[in-house]
């Protein structure tokens, strides 16, 4: 069964801090991994997408990590803003179907406190 | 910038109206979703579409009924409203970069801004 998971399920941090969130998944045959953040009542914004000849990757703050043996990726934020108070969406893609399906984690609930 | 809106944002409604939600892109993407979430909860696909004249029902069962009648524009129409359907509903599109099935699903998926919809 195609699954993503997430954790911590939540997290909070002190502005000016680094954190690192995990997305183990099994979705196969792998396609790419996408984080996304998405802000309360809003549609989830596109961090980084990773392919699976892809080890790293970096948007600004947000550092992504891919290893596709062991079906695992993180979402490192560096010096942590208030800003970055969001759910944290790591959605899986499959080649299987003509559709190329997403299979989306729960998120990650990070709370920055000033 | 995405190019994809939602309407309306916000929409609350009374037991038993129907309903439809607007979802258009201006990408020209050929692929396009509809999820359902409720708070703090995950994002569960309802409906998608890989072109025009093509729906298919997702993981979640819905009442909820789609069309695509054009590329751009994948309404979603709910016929008669219950409580139940209170939820915060997301459309999404993506779009293939070239021929072929390695390639093609190498692609951003956007989203729009959700349509937040309480049925009293």
């Known amino acids: 069964k195609n699954q993503v998971e997430q954790s911590p399920q939540s997290l909070i941090i002190l502005e000016g801090k680094n954190c690192t969130l995990q997305?183990?998944?099994?979705?196969?045959?792998?396609?790419?991994l996408r984080w996304y953040k998405q802000d309360t009542g809003r549609g989830p914004v596109s961090l980084t997408i990773?392919?699976?000849?892809?080890n790293t990757k970096s948007n600004g703050r947000y550092t992504a990590t891919l290893d596709a043996d062991t079906k695992q990726s993180s979402l490192h934020i560096t010096a942590s803003q208030l800003s970055d108070s969001a759910s944290y969406i790591c959605?899986?893609?499959?080649?299987?179907?003509?559709?190329?399906?997403?299979?989306f984690g729960r998120g990650t609930q990070l709370t920055v406190w000033p | 910038e995405a190019d994809i809106y939602q309407t309306p944002r916000y929409l609350v409604i009374g037991t038993g109206k129907k309903i439809t939600l607007e979802c258009s892109q201006t990408?020209?993407?050929?692929?396009m979703y509809w999820y359902q979430q409720d708070p703090g909860m995950e994002l569960h696909l309802i409906h998608y579409?890989?072109?025009?004249?093509?729906?298919e029902k997702g993981d979640l069962s819905s009442e909820s009924t789609v069309s695509r009648i054009r590329t751009e524009h994948f309404p979603l129409t709910l016929e008669s409203a219950r409580p139940s359907h209170t939820s915060q509903y997301l459309c999404?599109?993506?779009?293939?970069?070239?021929?072929?099935?390695?390639?093609?699903?190498?692609?951003?998926?956007?989203f729009g801004q959700g349509t937040r919809l309480t049925v009293v």
């Open positions: 999404a599109s993506s779009g293939s970069t070239s021929p072929g099935q390695g390639a093609a699903w190498n692609t951003e998926a956007f």
């Open positions: 997305c183990n998944y099994t979705v196969s045959p792998f396609s790419n």
């Open positions: 990773m392919t699976f000849s892809e």
């Open positions: 959605v899986v893609s499959d080649r299987g179907s003509t559709l190329g399906r997403l299979y």
């Open positions: 990408m020209g993407h050929d692929k």
């Open positions: 579409s890989y072109g025009v004249n093509s729906t």
